[in-house]
C-alpha cells in the first residue's frame, strides 16, 4: 500500500526559505511522477511541481518558478519542495501525491493516483 507522509512544513516571514519533505513507502517509485499541490483556504487545490522520479524531469507552476526546487532522494524514497523566497500568498497546505502514468500534463490534479495528508505553511508579511 502505498503511503506518502509530508512534513517541514511551518508558520514562517516573508522572505525565508522551508523545506518541505516527502517520504514514499509501500512501492518502488522509479517510474512514478511525485507531484507537490497546494490548497488555501476556500480555494481549489492548485498544482505547484512535479518531478518524474526516474529521468528527473521537473515542472513547475509560473508562480513559484525560481523560488521553488522540487528533488528526490533515492536512497531515502523521498521527494523534497525547496521554497525560498516565501510570499504570503503561498499560505496554504501542501500535498505530496504520486501516479503512476504519465499520459496526462504533471499539473492534472485529477491524475494523480495516490496522496499525502498535507502539511500546513503559512506566511507572514
Known amino acids: 500500500q502505498v503511503q506518502l507522509v509530508e512534513s517541514g512544513g511551518g508558520l514562517v516571514q516573508a522572505g525565508v526559505s522551508l523545506r518541505l519533505s516527502c517520504a514514499a513507502s509501500?512501492?518502488?517509485?522509479?517510474?512514478?511522477?511525485m507531484g507537490w499541490f497546494r490548497q488555501a483556504p476556500g480555494k481549489e487545490r492548485e498544482f505547484v511541481a512535479a518531478i518524474i522520479w526516474s529521468f528527473g524531469f521537473t515542472y513547475y507552476a509560473d508562480s513559484v518558478k525560481g523560488r521553488f526546487t522540487v528533488s528526490r532522494d533515492n536512497a531515502k524514497n523521498t521527494v523534497y519542495l525547496q521554497m525560498n523566497s516565501l510570499k504570503p500568498e503561498d499560505t496554504a497546505v501542501y500535498y505530496c501525491a504520486a501516479r503512476t502514468s504519465n499520459t496526462a500534463r504533471a499539473s492534472n490534479v485529477n491524475s494523480y493516483d495516490y496522496w499525502g495528508q498535507g502539511t500546513q505553511v503559512a506566511v507572514s508579511s
Open positions: 509501500g512501492r518502488t517509485f522509479s517510474s512514478y511522477t
